[in-house]
């Protein structure tokens, strides 16, 4: 939403006006009440005096706020050396906090740089973390290098329960880097050394004989286990074994993936099992439905389950291989591109899955370019439209094997992207989406299509290319609205470009603007030459805002801007002109607080005469 030029005044006129009261606030005496106290009481009021401890840390995470955790504990971590203990319950509250947000690459490192002193224990536990850590990064190798090294550890072997973890890391490594003969060999081995042990090896063990092709063997080593991940194990074993009527998996299937009480990743794996079923039975749109729901589930990265991964790929073949069964059935001839469109845009409303499946065939096997990119967009827009309708789309375009960069994803898409990126918000991959897309989607306004590159490129790094969108649009000779630039110039002032932004907001003084916005504008030009230290020139600037209309003016923005004008003066090393207008402000003010600031800032000029009498003007 833009803010009108207006109401961007009133809101800086605000913040300004209150800007020499900003050192002493104007305190009332009431008379003190005391309430009566509460016949139990339930909690003491927390300490705001005190650092949070711990289990507050912990509370802001479980309540959604993970990030400032992180900060308390990045503050406040008591120093080993100090306080082992302490550090280590903190250092653990770290290693979970990282985890429940997948900093996986935070992990590793902190397993790398250790305190000098700490346990071994406490070591081989922090070696453990950095290892699954790379397990979710999809790099079993370096995990193993890990693993060897804290199994073999001739110095602290690792106790029993310890070493049984670390065996089953080993085997999910090989299974990370599909070395599923080193797999079969690990289970092998681990049953010759624990024949009567279950613990979690039943499940993996299930998973290396579904990835090795062995439903039946699945079957077999789950029997028993009460695991919930047990449960869609077995049903995609018995699916795969023809153990149980597709249609049967698929109702057990969706119970669970439907039910929005169960944790996000079960629902997830539960949408793969359906669409697996769906396969069998041969039922496209309910396979296609089943893996737009499973992709949809996870804004995020995605799940790199080895057996229930769902991927954008799986969702293209799909489509593609749906969309040309469809042609078959229609005697399409590919190549004929009028007559897919016909055939999708007849089902655009009745039958959408139909009709995407139809477009995606266009989109990838059209012989012309134009073609193609209409098909995307029409695939692309279609998409939106059902549910998790932008989540799948970003990982169809984005996360998919067929787009290598974003560049590669037509125009078209990325215009839908960049709005869709834009409402999440990720700012850094709109900018990258709007790399190159300097004419305007259709039906919109080039000047706000100008404008929004500019700020998603300044916002997102990229603050030369956002300054490249807003010469453009001065340089085109089109009328802009002062109100919708603004935001923009600010942007630049907020990460320090002043000295781009000066030009923009001297091109603005030639719009028609009233006095008053002309006054607002000199003020907020005052602003980049006070940041760049040119204060002479602030000085005259903030002095031409506040006489602009009237040079006896004291109204509020008369006053912010003579009182920025002082200041400005004070460090030119004009100070009788500064401590005049200190003292023309003091006159015209009646708040006490304000008068007491004033005082304060010409007491301060009397000290900078007195230290440096020679350099006064």
């Given at each position: 939403?833009?803010?009108?030029?207006?109401?961007?005044?009133?809101?800086?006129?605000?913040?300004?006006?209150?800007?020499?009261?900003?050192?002493?606030?104007?305190?009332?005496?009431?008379?003190?009440?005391?309430?009566?106290?509460?016949?139990?009481?339930?909690?003491?009021?927390?300490?705001?005096?005190?650092?949070?401890?711990?289990?507050?840390?912990?509370?802001?995470?479980?309540?959604?706020?993970?990030?400032?955790?992180?900060?308390?504990?990045?503050?406040?971590?008591?120093?080993?050396?100090?306080?082992?203990?302490?550090?280590?319950?903190?250092?653990?509250?770290?290693?979970?906090?990282?985890?429940?947000?997948?900093?996986?690459?935070?992990?590793?490192?902190?397993?790398?740089?250790?305190?000098?002193?700490?346990?071994?224990?406490?070591?081989?536990?922090?070696?453990?973390?950095?290892?699954?850590?790379?397990?979710?990064?999809?790099?079993?190798?370096?995990?193993?290098?890990?693993?060897?090294?804290?199994?073999?550890?001739?110095?602290?072997?690792?106790?029993?329960?310890?070493?049984?973890?670390?065996?089953?890391?080993?085997?999910?490594?090989?299974?990370?880097?599909?070395?599923?003969?080193?797999?079969?060999?690990?289970?092998?081995?681990?049953?010759?050394?624990?024949?009567?042990?279950?613990?979690?090896?039943?499940?993996?063990?299930?998973?290396?004989?579904?990835?090795?092709?062995?439903?039946?063997?699945?079957?077999?080593?789950?029997?028993?286990?009460?695991?919930?991940?047990?449960?869609?194990?077995?049903?995609?074993?018995?699916?795969?074994?023809?153990?149980?009527?597709?249609?049967?998996?698929?109702?057990?299937?969706?119970?669970?993936?439907?039910?929005?009480?169960?944790?996000?990743?079960?629902?997830?794996?539960?949408?793969?099992?359906?669409?697996?079923?769906?396969?069998?039975?041969?039922?496209?749109?309910?396979?296609?439905?089943?893996?737009?729901?499973?992709?949809?589930?996870?804004?995020?990265?995605?799940?790199?389950?080895?057996?229930?991964?769902?991927?954008?790929?799986?969702?293209?073949?799909?489509?593609?291989?749906?969309?040309?069964?469809?042609?078959?059935?229609?005697?399409?001839?590919?190549?004929?591109?009028?007559?897919?469109?016909?055939?999708?845009?007849?089902?655009?409303?009745?039958?959408?899955?139909?009709?995407?499946?139809?477009?995606?065939?266009?989109?990838?096997?059209?012989?012309?370019?134009?073609?193609?990119?209409?098909?995307?967009?029409?695939?692309?827009?279609?998409?939106?439209?059902?549910?998790?309708?932008?989540?799948?789309?970003?990982?169809?375009?984005?996360?998919?094997?067929?787009?290598?960069?974003?560049?590669?994803?037509?125009?078209?898409?990325?215009?839908?992207?960049?709005?869709?990126?834009?409402?999440?918000?990720?700012?850094?991959?709109?900018?990258?989406?709007?790399?190159?897309?300097?004419?305007?989607?259709?039906?919109?306004?080039?000047?706000?299509?100008?404008?929004?590159?500019?700020?998603?490129?300044?916002?997102?790094?990229?603050?030369?290319?956002?300054?490249?969108?807003?010469?453009?649009?001065?340089?085109?000779?089109?009328?802009?609205?002062?109100?919708?630039?603004?935001?923009?110039?600010?942007?630049?002032?907020?990460?320090?470009?002043?000295?781009?932004?000066?030009?923009?907001?001297?091109?603005?003084?030639?719009?028609?603007?009233?006095?008053e916005q002309q006054r607002q504008l000199l003020f907020w030009i005052a602003d980049s030459y006070k940041a760049?230290?040119?204060?002479?020139?602030?000085?005259?600037?903030?002095?031409?805002?506040?006489i602009l209309t009237d040079p006896y003016a004291m109204d509020q923005w008369a006053k912010s801007a003579r009182?920025?004008?002082?200041?400005?003066?004070?460090?030119?090393?004009?100070?009788?002109?500064?401590?005049?207008?200190?003292?023309?402000?003091?006159?015209?003010?009646?708040?006490?607080?304000?008068?007491?600031?004033?005082?304060?800032?010409?007491?301060?000029?009397?000290?900078?005469?007195?230290?440096?009498?020679?350099?006064?003007?």
């Open positions: 939403m833009q803010m009108s030029f207006s109401s961007i005044v009133v809101f800086c006129a605000a913040l300004l006006a209150a800007a020499p009261a900003a050192a002493a606030q104007k305190h009332h005496k009431h008379k003190a009440t005391v309430p009566k106290p509460a016949a139990t009481l339930v909690q003491p009021a927390p300490n705001l005096n005190t650092t949070p401890s711990l289990q507050d840390i912990s509370g802001f995470a479980s309540a959604g706020a993970p990030n400032l955790a992180l900060h308390f504990i990045d503050q406040d971590q008591p120093v080993y050396a100090q306080d082992a203990v302490g550090w280590m319950a903190w250092e653990r509250e770290r290693i979970y906090l990282y985890q429940s947000t997948g900093d996986w690459h935070g992990i590793i490192e902190r397993a790398q740089h250790m305190p000098a002193g700490v346990s071994a224990d406490f070591l081989q536990w922090e070696d453990m973390q950095a290892a699954a850590a790379w397990l979710q990064l999809g790099n079993g190798h370096a995990a193993r290098m890990i693993l060897r090294e804290l199994i073999w550890d001739p110095q602290v072997p690792p106790e029993e329960q310890r070493l049984n973890r670390l065996r089953q890391l080993v085997l999910q490594s090989y299974l990370t880097d599909q070395r599923l003969a080193d797999a079969q060999t690990a289970v092998i081995r681990y049953r010759q050394d624990y024949p009567k042990d279950s613990g979690d090896w039943p499940l993996l063990e299930a998973r290396l004989f579904l990835r090795t092709a062995q439903p039946q063997a699945a079957l077999d080593v789950l029997q028993g286990s009460k695991d919930p991940d047990a449960e869609l194990l077995r049903l995609l074993a018995e699916l795969r074994a023809g153990e149980q009527a597709p249609a049967k998996v698929m109702k057990a299937a969706l119970n669970i993936a439907k039910d929005a009480k169960q944790p996000v990743q079960q629902r997830v794996h539960a949408w793969f099992v359906a669409s697996q079923a769906a396969a069998a039975l041969q039922d496209p749109v309910a396979r296609i439905q089943a893996l737009q729901n499973g992709l949809g589930l996870q804004p995020g990265l995605l799940d790199q389950d080895p057996v229930f991964a769902i991927t954008p790929d799986m969702l293209w073949d799909t489509y593609l291989k749906y969309g040309e069964q469809l042609g078959n059935q229609l005697q399409l001839v590919v190549g004929d591109d009028q007559a897919w469109y016909l055939a999708a845009s007849n089902r655009y409303d009745s039958k959408p899955v139909a009709a995407c499946a139809l477009f995606s065939v266009v989109a990838f096997h059209a012989l012309v370019a134009q073609q193609r990119g209409v098909a995307h967009w029409q695939f692309a827009s279609l998409i939106q439209k059902q549910k998790y309708g932008p989540v799948v789309l970003r990982h169809l375009y984005l996360d998919s094997t067929r787009f290598q960069s974003t560049t590669d994803i037509p125009p078209d898409v990325r215009y839908i992207l960049v709005k869709d990126v834009l409402a999440v918000p990720d700012i850094p991959l709109a900018s990258k989406l709007m790399e190159g897309l300097e004419q305007p989607p259709p039906d919109t306004d080039p000047e706000a299509w100008q404008l929004l590159r500019a700020r998603v490129f300044i916002l997102g790094g990229k603050p030369q290319a956002g300054i490249q969108a807003l010469t453009q649009l001065f340089a085109s000779g089109v009328a802009v609205d002062p109100g919708d630039v603004l935001p923009v110039l600010f942007d630049l002032q907020t990460i320090g470009r002043n000295r781009d932004a000066i030009p923009f907001f001297k091109a603005l003084l030639h719009a028609n603007l009233t006095s760049i230290g040119d204060y002479p020139q602030a000085a005259e600037l903030y002095m031409r805002s506040a009182y920025q004008a002082a200041q400005m003066l004070a460090k030119s090393g004009y100070i009788e002109d500064a401590r005049n207008l200190y003292q023309g402000l003091l006159n015209a003010t009646s708040d006490p607080s304000q008068q007491a600031l004033l005082r304060h800032d010409m007491q301060q000029l009397m000290l900078t005469h007195a230290a440096k009498p020679g350099d006064q003007h």
